[in-house]
């Protein structure tokens, strides 16, 4: 809870949802807490043995769909049918005392699994997959390249939540849920910081850190794209309208460019693009897509500004290396400037 109020990174939206499940997590431990107190209390306390069961099966399978919230409160909030599962395993949780479902405390408060607790398990563990495959979903459509850590830490969750189902004694589930929140935290914070708040692309942070893992690869290429006379634009039309124009160019990057290529905005009116394809048909071929969405955008308003655009390629020479590829790509840039800058005099 203190490193998530000292955040001023994250949204609001995530923190909400963070706070739900770290409430969670923390009355689920407490109820087991509280079964592993009163379960060899004697015959007085069977009640309260069978109220911890009941908060902590209950609640244990909203955790991921929680956690989902985490990473995409939205997708949440317009799927609201991810929470049935573990709506039913609460009732079924419910009804376990009086029917030895999921659970039951016998007369000598002895906690015993009920007929149907594989149900429990595997909507527990559905939970956790749905979580994987939403984070996968969701990374790969918006381009994050974090679904390889979430699928490892949502292993890591099941395992533990496996150990203790074949071995009872072992209290394996929450050590594994408790450190998993805090890796999830960090690789949210990590994350969020990435991005640039406006354009809601990779950020100058995230670039400079891409840079330096270019070091040792064998081939990459390096794009840059500056908006044309972008000052004009924020003189004439104002910094809101500017502003609209940076969120614009932005999306029409993504949008043109497949999911092997990285964006950055570097600058005010800066942006780069960082692939390890190397074959210049397919970066001329979106590059021209690019055009052709920029120019369709400047059919709806003509003082939409136009983009200018150059890349470098590095494949592996002994006498180049990441910094040299940077420059030779912001060069033919500028080049490009130039060039569409005396087409327009000429005219």
């Not at 995230?206 to 990459?220: P, S, T």
Request: glycine content about 4%; some cysteine.
């Amino acid at each position: 809870f203190i490193l998530l109020n000292t955040n001023r990174v994250m949204e609001n939206n995530l923190k909400r949802s963070f706070s739900y499940t770290i409430v969670l997590t923390v009355i689920i431990i407490l109820s087991e807490v509280g079964t592993i107190l009163v379960g060899d209390s004697g015959a007085s306390l069977t009640g309260l043995n069978i109220f911890f069961n009941i908060v902590g099966f209950s609640l244990s399978p909203f955790i991921p769909i929680f956690l989902i919230g985490i990473f995409d409160a939205r997708y949440l909030k317009t799927h609201k049918v991810l929470f049935l599962p573990a709506i039913i395993n609460a009732i079924l949780v419910l009804l376990s005392p009086f029917f030895k479902l999921i659970f039951y405390v016998d007369s000598n408060n002895n906690y015993i699994r009920g007929s149907i607790f594989f149900v429990f398990a595997i909507i527990y563990i559905i939970n956790i997959l749905l979580l994987v495959v939403i984070t996968w979903h969701v990374s790969r459509k918006k381009l994050y390249p974090i679904k390889w850590k979430i699928a490892a830490l949502a292993s890591f969750t099941i395992i533990g939540t496996f150990i203790q189902i074949f071995s009872p004694a072992i209290y394996s589930t929450w050590h594994c849920v408790t450190l998993s929140l805090l890796l999830f935290y960090i690789i949210l914070f990590d994350f969020e910081g990435s991005f640039d708040a406006l354009t809601q692309i990779y950020n100058r942070t995230a670039f400079e850190k891409k840079l330096l893992n270019l070091k040792g690869k064998k081939m990459f290429s390096i794009i840059m794209i500056d908006i044309n006379d972008f000052k004009a634009v924020n003189d004439t039309w104002g910094h809101e309208y500017g502003d609209i124009v940076l969120k614009e160019v932005a999306e029409t990057i993504k949008n043109s460019f497949d999911s092997s290529y990285s964006h950055y905005r570097i600058g005010g009116d800066e942006f780069c693009i960082i692939s390890k394809d190397i074959n210049r048909e397919r970066i001329d071929r979106q590059l021209e897509e690019l055009n052709v969405r920029l120019t369709k955008r400047r059919k709806i308003n003509v003082h939409f500004p136009t983009v200018a655009f150059g890349y470098s390629l590095f494949q592996g020479e002994s006498n180049s290396n990441v910094k040299e590829t940077l420059n030779e790509a912001d060069e033919k840039m500028y080049e490009h400037k130039l060039k569409q800058k005396e087409n327009i005099d000429s005219n």
